[in-house]
């Protein structure tokens, strides 16, 4: 991977343009209105299925047990999904899971519509929804550069991604709840199955370059030992998933609290609990432009720690409102955080991991990111049952801000571990101190924001 050494000689694009840059890829392009198109189902579906779950049973331990069943695959089977990543055709493989995905919908849709659904059967499904989440996560983000003609593109495509899954948590929730309230759930879950013909239709037109893929002679469980020792054995890599799998566990399953915020302590219903999963989108998708508005990696390692303790602050100070308007902002500042945290740990990752090895640890970031919520909304769920909701948000929240400190206390560390590997690389000084602070001396003065 090369960059120009001269910026100041290459054409800049400027404003809108460098905000969408990376746009001008057809395959990106075709993605991403696909993806526009079915998350904002997928939204939906996530807060029909909430809903319908505290409306059959009333019981947040359920609640905790449902979000367990359907991310718990991805724990077990991400890394093994990772190596199946680096030897199969991604593109393929992303194709096979939507189709699952959208007959899952329509089965659920069915039951739901039919008057015949039971807690047992949204488990069943919701665990066959997780083990495809578990293969499509990984290849769809190794994915991402093989949609790209120029790889410097890199960071504005996944931040653009991460907007329209933000956008998606903004329009999803709020329309979920709407009809919620209107004509049921099942309308959700049936709109969520239709939803996925769009992305299926984008994936089946690209135009993707045949790559040859060496054989594999090592079995599957020796690639996964490799791939799991690399990201030990490399500093920022390891502190940077441990950062994620620590907000994953303790911050991000006050989602599956929200119905209870919603009902009982806003005293609200449906559109309430959508208004405010909507404000975690709109948030989220302020930081999803924010990032994409971004020309380079410069300072975005310090945006970790404090993007993780404004979504600590955030969740704490929720946990205990009991009123709407106070409420609502909050959830936006929740979702800016939470989205700042992530997409930063992601791009920092894709631009730090040897290409050979990228689906490996790219499956460990999806087990970090998606893997550690199903144990943290199962306990969620069950503290939330003896101290109450906001308590366990709360206690979230602090841990939240804890983490955050120590990763800030460790970025010294950081920086030293990750020069080489950009010098190894071939990457400019800008991009290959991109995790240092923007003061830090030794930087060009061109660099210095």
């Known amino acids: 991977m090369t960059y120009p050494t001269d910026t100041a000689s290459a054409p800049q694009k400027t404003g809108l ?81 939507q189709v699952v995905a959208m007959l899952q919908a329509l089965v ?37 550069i093989e949609m790209l003609d120029d790889k410097d593109d890199l960071g504005n495509a996944i931040a653009l991604n991460s907007s329209i899954v933000n956008g998606a948590r903004l329009l ?12 049921g759930e099942g309308i959700c879950f049936l709109l969520n199955g239709l939803s996925y013909i769009a992305v299926i239709a984008g994936l089946l037109m690209m135009r ?47 989602t ?18 959508g208004f405010l999963m909507g404000a975690v989108g709109l948030g989220a998708l302020g930081g999803a432009v924010y990032l994409a508005s971004r020309k380079t990696v410069l300072g975005l390692g310090r945006m970790i720690p404090i993007a993780a303790t404004i979504f600590g602050l955030s969740l704490a100070a929720f946990a205990f409102s009991h009123v709407l308007w106070i409420s609502l902002p909050l959830m936006l500042f929740t979702g800016f955080g939470q989205m700042v945290q992530m997409a930063s740990s992601n791009t920092l990752l894709q631009t730090i ?18 893997g550690m919520v199903p144990i943290g909304s199962l306990l969620a769920g069950l503290l939330a049952s003896r101290i ?9 929240g602090v841990a939240c801000i804890i983490g955050a400190g120590l990763f800030a206390r460790n ?22 101190l991109g995790i240092q602070s923007a003061d830090e001396p030794g930087l060009p003065d061109k660099n210095r924001k």
């Open 353 to 370: 991991v040897d290409d050979d090895k990228r689906g490996r640890v790219m499956s460990l970031y999806v087990t970090a990111f998606m």
């Open 256 to 273: 599956v609290l929200m119905p209870v915020f919603a009902k009982d302590i806003l005293l609200g219903g449906p559109r309430v609990l």
């Open 17 to 97: 343009r460098s905000l969408i840059r990376a746009l001008r890829h057809r395959n990106f392009r075709l993605f991403f209105i696909g993806q526009s198109i079915s998350l904002v189902g997928t939204w939906m579906q996530r807060i029909a299925l909430g809903w319908l779950i505290y409306r059959l049973t009333n019981s947040e331990f359920l609640l905790g047990l449902v979000g367990f069943v359907g991310q718990a695959p991805t724990l077990l089977l991400g890394p093994f999904a990772g190596v199946l990543a680096d030897r199969w055709n991604r593109h393929r493989l992303i194709v096979a899971t």
């Open 208 to 254: 993707l370059a045949i790559k040859e893929t060496a054989p594999h002679r090592s079995k599957v469980w020796q690639e996964l030992k490799d791939g799991i020792a690399y990201a030990a054995g490399n500093v920022p890599i390891r502190s940077i998933l441990s950062m994620l799998a620590l907000i994953s566990l303790v911050g991000m399953p006050y």
């Open 411 to 432: 970025l010294p560390v950081l920086r030293k571990a990750i020069r080489p590997i950009y010098v190894s690389k071939g990457i400019l000084p800008e991009i290959a």
């Open 172 to 183: 999803g929730p709020s329309i979920g709840g709407i009809l919620i309230a209107a004509v």
């Open 108 to 144: 659920l849709a069915l039951l739901v519509l039919t008057h015949t659904v039971t807690v047992w059967q949204i488990i069943v499904l919701g665990a066959l929804l997780g083990v495809v989440n578990a293969f499509d996560m990984p290849a769809r983000q190794t994915f991402m």
């Open 388 to 396: 109450g909701a906001p308590w366990t948000v709360f206690a979230g």
